[in-house]
């Protein structure tokens, strides 16, 4: 408890309804001082103090003026979207994406390189290389680079470890504090899929639903659920680990040791793996597959068809597990939609009950590969505007 519990408790409150304030500018943008009185029900006064520090601050401004049933017209405040800017970094297993994206979450810049193989010393520095690029990438503001998001095919602690990522082979990974030696802002490490949960949560395909599940389907395969507008991660953040439940009992050998996982028969590398049975379609990547695919070559559509039904298979359980109002799929293999949407689509039919598909939608990413990239930046820039959850003390950042 601190020694004066009442300043504490002010200093609090008056956060929260800083915070408060700025949400609705952010929701409900343009708005007017007298309309957020009436949307938060807070005394005009504080309404008014509280936006005049949030002015100073750069992070909401006025602009002209809206209607008014008579008198003065009211001033109107926006969100001051380039006030900062955020980092957000994909580590795939065969790619890494990186953005630069403002507050909203707009993409102002990106970079994808793709690796191949590499160590985890030579992956590491591969994505401090790509951040110290986007920095000098990012626009001039008020408060820079506000915080750096990264996203990994694997499981990660809440401490920002990640403990396995079978596809990358990394093992005990402590990512956060390597890269905390090198840059000097808040950094968010978070699994990929939860993270293209959260993308599409708040800028994509499920900007409207409060339960929904993203399916990550890359190289590997990892789940993001979003239950009741949240993302939930489990007792110790290690939910979505769907890629590595059993569909086929001694089944195909997994990356994860074990046998007969859904990765195993409905990723990237599945899909690459089937590849190699054909002799005339061996060494083929994903791109080239869905080129002879669209070409007509049997083969590749057989391949196809096969995936999307093994991928219709896993998203039933996920349905009758869950019961989401949306299921999206996304990462690498939305490239694809058109050749797996319709099997998947006869999986789920066949694999659930009529009731369990109610109201329910199937559908591939909005943010095309950049679902995880935009939603670890979207948890870096919640980790800036969240004033309540910053500790009292500290310089630079507005409290
Ligand atoms: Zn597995």
Request: charged letters at 20%; a negative charge; one cysteine or more.
């Amino acid at each position: 408890m601190s020694k004066h519990p009442t300043t504490w408790n002010n200093q609090m409150i008056k956060r929260m309804n800083k915070e408060m304030v700025l949400n609705s500018v952010m929701e409900s943008a343009p708005l007017s001082r007298a309309d957020i009185v009436q949307q938060l029900g807070l005394n005009k006064g504080t309404v008014s103090s509280l936006v005049n520090e949030l002015i100073e601050e750069d992070l909401i401004h006025e602009s002209g003026t809206g209607e008014s049933s008579g008198g003065r017209r009211p001033v109107m405040l926006l969100f001051n979207e380039h006030a900062g800017y955020a980092i957000g970094i994909d580590i795939g297993v065969n790619y890494i994406l990186g953005v630069v994206t403002n507050l909203a979450g707009g993409i102002v810049h990106e970079k994808l390189k793709k690796t191949r193989d590499l160590s985890v010393h030579q992956l590491t520095s591969l994505v401090s290389a790509t951040i110290r690029y986007l920095m000098e990438q990012v626009p001039p503001s008020k408060y820079g680079v506000i915080g750096i998001g990264i996203g990994v095919p694997g499981i990660v602690d809440t401490a920002g470890k990640v403990l396995i990522a079978p596809n990358l082979k990394w093992q005990d990974v402590d990512l956060k504090r390597i890269l905390e030696k090198e840059f000097q802002c808040p950094i968010f490490i978070e699994n990929e899929a939860n993270a293209g949960a959260y993308g599409e949560k708040r800028f994509g395909a499920g900007r409207n639903s409060h339960s929904m599940i993203y399916v990550s389907i890359g190289i590997g395969i990892g789940s993001g659920v979003i239950l009741n507008d949240e993302l939930y991660r489990g007792s110790n953040g290690y939910s979505g680990e769907n890629g590595h439940t059993t569909i086929i009992v001694d089944g195909k050998e997994c990356t994860c040791g074990s046998r007969g996982c859904w990765e195993a028969y409905s990723s990237e590398f599945a899909l690459l793996q089937s590849a190699e049975q054909h002799e005339h379609l061996a060494g083929a990547s994903l791109e080239d597959l869905i080129t002879l695919a669209d070409a007509g070559n049997p083969a590749a559509l057989e391949l196809f068809q096969t995936l999307g039904t093994y991928i219709g298979i896993g998203i039933a359980n996920l349905i009758k597990t869950y019961n989401p109002e949306q299921v999206i799929i996304g990462n690498r293999i939305r490239q694809a939609e058109h050749l797996i949407r319709n099997p998947i689509m006869e999986a789920v039919h066949s694999s659930s009950l009529p009731f369990q598909r109610a109201g329910l939608q199937i559908n591939f990413s909005e943010l095309s590969t950049y679902s995880a990239a935009a939603g670890v930046s979207a948890f870096a820039i919640e980790g800036f505007l969240k004033f309540s959850q910053r500790p009292l003390a500290g310089p630079g950042f507005p409290v």
